[in-house]
């Protein structure tokens, strides 16, 4: 099937509908990436056990940062070939598919290096009890080796999305997470493999649909091919890989750091608060699909128009995203403000842990009202090439809930503080990319982009 069927030429026709159209694919993955995590860890826990279980939840912190990375790397390859794309330079788009295919091999043959040497000691370090040490350390392994797969995935999703197509990432990512089900119950209920069997299950799963990504990107129609005659990376294009995607990796990195560092904080307060926060942070994940999604194509639309030097209409998509996102902020928060009382009860049927996360979710609702504007001023820069000042006040977001948390929670013993921590600090991160994007920032981005497209 030719890629005509499936790209969307975010540079011409209507911006909001095809903004729409791109954004639904990423929005659907990002649910079927959700209810896959459940049902992974219900197959563990019900059928090898707590201990299984407890296992891999041991491994799962480093997991999730490496994945974090991944993605965060993806955002540069995708951003340069949506710019390459914008532009019709097919020579420098296939240039930089091959630098894309070169790194994303280099990256993951580092990563699973690395991983296998530290993965006893990281262990250790976390403090892994004896009972599920080898059972975690087999896990991290095998899905260590494992890593080219996943990573060929995320870095060939990036390049999907680059040229316009958000639908298949989705489908393969569909076809992952069905198959990724069905290796878990064959390794666990068939071949009795326990949790290296379902660590292997992911691996193969995730190796399926990189394989999938590289069969579409060169049967697709797109004018490129990944193959090893056109494994020549440019020193150029990686630079703008690496300088657009290693700071993005960085954010979604210090995001997680930080909250694990918050949860110091949270534990203070005891069980009932640390089954309410997690309520909370589930729900705001929940809230948060589509303002990700829409953001995420909005990097997508700025990049290709920037290809076109189109910059009155990126800034009707920046300005039509950011309204949309608004409006969908209120309806969000009057929603959660109005269902209060009823999320807690989904999760829980603790009184406590509930009447607890009921005022969580008060408070944490009114981060609707400008959540969207953060992200997609965020995607709008990154999507221009620049990324490291958005890096950098997502970051002075992230990190100020860790002093934020310990004054207004730990410090006046009150665990509305700990909410009120993430209501404040999410506001910062905001008002200070607004304020870099509307006073200057946004203009010495495209000054920027203007001379390196002069340079070549």
Known sequence: MAAGNH???????????????????????TIVTQLYNVADSVIVGRFIGADALAAVSAGSPVMSLINLFMI???????????????????????????TIACLTLACSLFITAVGLAVARPLLVLLGTPETIFADSRAYLI????????????????????????????????????????????????VLGWGVAGVAAATAAAQLV?????????????????????????DRKEAGRIIGIGLPAAIQNVGNSIAALCVQSSVNFFGPSFIAANSIV??????INIPVIALSTALCTFVGQNMGRFRMERIRRGVNASILSLTVLGVGMCALLIGLRGFFPRVFTADATAASIAADGILIMSFQCLFHGTDRCLVNAMRGAGKSVVPMITAQFGAFSRIPLAWLLGVRTVDWHGIFLALLIASFLRSAAIAFYYYCGGWKRAVQKFERSHADG
């Open 209 to 233: 649909s990189g394989i999938g990504i590289l069969l579409r990107l060169n049967k697709g129609g797109y004018g490129v091919r990944v193959s090893l005659k056109t494994l020549k990376p």
């Open 281 to 286: 942070t589930k729900v705001d994940d929940m």
């Open 142 to 189: 095998i899905v260590y080796l494992g890593t080219t797969g996943n990573m060929v995935y995320q870095m060939g999703s990036g390049a999907l999305r680059g040229m316009g197509d958000s639908g298949w990432p989705f489908y393969f990512l569909l076809i992952c997470s069905f198959l990724n089900i069905m290796l878990n119950l064959l390794a666990v209920l």
């Open 72 to 98: 965060g790397l993806s955002a540069g390859s995708g951003v340069v070939i949506a710019q390459r794309m914008g532009a019709g330079d097919m020579d420098a788009l296939q240039k930089a598919v091959s």
């Open 7 to 29: 790209r969307i030429d975010l540079t011409e026709g209507p911006i909001v509908g095809n903004l729409l159209r791109f954004a639904v694919p990423i929005l659907l993955g």
